[in-house]
């Protein structure tokens, strides 16, 4: 593949910064057309974002020859369906996270894209943020020592449309046959995925769920314990009932010789690392489309150029430890 000509089903908030434009401001990639079940929003989308063709049904734009390559940004309950169709139009697949309602969806996912023959690529992008990547560089210098435990803590004060009944809200993220199960599968799923790629797998994982405050179908305040293969445990707080100063994102990394502490969601808190020399903080602001190093990534797999951290594989074992926390 010389050129990769994207189609984006789903051109909702996600792809108006985040990583729609990406697609046309990387070399040998080009957004060619979108598709969104309101008409007119695809439209003005495509003439905001000089993009030729729109769609209100997702099945055209797959089938249409212009399009080769297919990026899935609709709520997560429509993922698998659409990766299928994707998939058995002979078109590669980047798809938004969670990857999938649950893990055996996911499991449907790559099962279609193996047989159909084309790579299936998600969108955990702080694989390839440089914020991320430093975290990474200094646990492979062993800037700590050997690592033996981490921390994520994630709180959240309760967003106006939280009090509001489903009836009178469009927050997906709270509705779990949409979204899978509220703001953890929002949120955590980034954070689980991402300790795996800084760790290694986690092999064992139990954890507690429990619905608080009754404002949605969803948890609201989880809990978790877990091993890697390396030997290192770890515990999760994810807590989205708090008060506003009660907020917190944080992970921290404790090795026996320091720490490296920094936060999923905001990089206007630095990467800290203390050791014996002292203290360090290194500021990486995220680039203006936060999506696009991983878009790159993609782009250079499709072309033969490169690799990708985040496929479906490796996608997929957000699910599995989200639906292995919630089952226990």
């Not at 997560?76 to 969806?105: C, D, F, I, R, W």
């Not at 994982?205 to 978790?224: F, K, P, R």
Request: one cysteine or more.
């Amino acid at each position: 593949m010389d050129k990769v000509k994207w189609g984006i089903i789903g051109c909702g908030d996600v792809t108006e910064v985040k990583s729609g434009p990406a697609f046309s401001k990387i070399e040998h990639s080009e957004l060619v057309a979108v598709m969104r079940r309101n008409a007119t929003k695809a439209e003005d989308y495509a003439k905001r974002h000089k993009v030729p063709k729109w769609y209100a049904d997702a099945g055209e734009l797959i089938h249409d020859p212009d399009v080769n390559a297919i990026y899935i940004a609709t709520p997560p309950n429509s993922h698998a369906q659409y990766t299928k169709q994707a998939a058995a139009a002979g078109k590669p697949v980047y798809v938004e996270k969670p990857m999938a309602l649950n893990y055996a969806e996911c499991n449907e996912m790559i099962e279609a894209c193996d047989e159909a023959g084309v790579p299936l690529f998600v969108a955990y992008y702080r694989r390839a943020l440089p914020y991320f990547l430093k975290v990474k560089e200094l646990l492979g210098e062993e800037a700590i020592g050997k690592v033996n435990s981490l921390q994520i803590n994630l709180l959240q004060a309760p967003k106006p449309d939280d009090f509001k009944s489903p009836d009178q809200h469009n927050n997906w993220r709270t509705k779990p046959e949409i979204s899978g199960g509220g703001y953890f599968h929002d949120l955590a799923s980034h954070q689980l995925d991402l300790v795996e790629f800084l760790l290694g797998e986690i092999k064992e994982v139990s954890g507690h769920a429990t619905n608080q405050m009754g404002w949605y179908e969803a948890n609201d305040v989880i809990s978790a314990c877990f091993k890697f293969q390396n030997g290192a445990t770890g515990n999760g707080l994810w807590n989205f009932t708090v008060q506003p100063e009660e907020q917190k994102d944080e992970i921290i990394i404790i090795g026996r010789e320091g720490s490296i502490t920094f936060s999923t969601f905001n990089d206007e808190n630095p990467v800290i690392l203390k050791n014996a020399s002292g203290k360090k903080e290194f500021q990486l602001p995220y680039p203006p489309h936060v999506q696009q190093p991983l878009i790159q990534t993609v782009v250079n797999a499709l072309r033969g150029k490169g690799d990708c951290a985040s496929t479906g594989k490796s996608g997929a074992r957000a699910n599995l430890l989200m639906d292995r926390i919630l089952e226990s």
